[in-house]
Nanobody, 111 residues
Framework: QAQLVQFGGGLVQPGGSLRLSCAAP????SIWNTEWYRQAPGKQRQ???????????TYGDSVKGRFTISRDNAKNTVYLQMDSLKPEDTAVYSC?????WGQGTQVTVSS
């Protein structure tokens, strides 16, 4: 059964960096858009970044200039590079591709 598998995440100090990966063993990520979402406790799910099948990228206002979404077609993996992390970036991050979702990854930014 097709599914998305996430890697990365964890605890990082403010100003630090993390990279999340979203792999798709059962499908091809270059077919449709792939998005990264996040949800913090007590808050609504928020779109963080998106990459289209053509490789065009968009970002939420709160992460512009700090986060970078990319795709490696050879590895069939989408990445979210997160730099200059802030405590308010703390959330569970999930990747989405068409009807498929990753398992979610906790990112905690704290000193």
């Amino acid at each position: 059964q097709a599914q998305l598998v996430q890697f990365g995440g964890g605890l990082v100090q403010p100003g630090g960096s993390l990279r999340l990966s979203c792999a798709a063993p059962g499908t091809t990520l270059s077919i449709w858009n792939t998005e990264w979402y996040r949800q913090a406790p007590g808050k609504q799910r928020q779109l963080v970044a998106s990459i289209t099948s053509d490789g065009l990228t968009t970002y939420g206002d709160s992460v512009k200039g700090r986060f970078t979404i990319s795709r490696d077609n050879a590895k069939n993996t989408v990445y979210l590079q997160m730099d200059s992390l802030k405590p308010e970036d703390t959330a569970v991050y999930s990747c989405n591709h068409h009807t498929l979702w990753g398992q979610g990854t906790q990112v905690t930014v704290s000193s």
